[in-house]
């Protein structure tokens, strides 16, 4: 089982950056999948990025491809989100999410464990 912290939300204007973090418990953090998904008002809980267990592959939505980094670190059991040119439609809560497939996947469903979320409010 492993238990995951996020943070680095907040407000910022479009165009700016934004870098969030996840604190995952456990000593088996690198045997997890890690993903990153976000939920705006009203909308379904959607998929942002994905990385793999070494960290080697990363996978985006098309629309945050060229802005969106995902990134690992096994030995401080973490996962980060870089988030650049921030657009007002980027305002949303972002959570922290892992599972223990073999391979990356992408399917929200597919996750065992999620963080609380943090909020990022991207003002025009």
């Known amino acids: 089982q492993v238990q995951l912290v996020e943070s680095g939300g907040g407000l910022v204007q479009a165009g700016g950056s934004l870098r969030l973090s996840c604190a995952a418990s456990?000593?088996?953090?690198?045997?997890?999948?890690m993903g990153w998904f976000r939920q705006a008002p009203g909308k379904e809980r959607e998929f942002v990025a994905a990385?793999?267990?070494?960290?080697?592959?990363?996978y985006y939505t098309e629309s945050m491809k060229g802005r969106f980094t995902i990134s690992r670190d096994n030995a401080k059991n973490t996962v980060s989100l870089q988030m650049n040119s921030l657009k007002p439609e980027d305002t949303a809560v972002y959570y922290c999410?892992?599972?223990?497939?073999?391979?990356?996947?992408?399917?929200?469903?597919?996750?065992?464990?999620w963080g609380q979320g943090t909020q990022v409010t991207v003002s025009s």
């Open positions: 999410a892992a599972n223990s497939r073999p391979v990356v996947v992408t399917q929200l469903r597919e996750y065992e464990y």
């Open positions: 456990g000593r088996t953090f690198s045997s997890y999948v």
């Open positions: 990385i793999s267990k070494s960290g080697g592959r990363a």
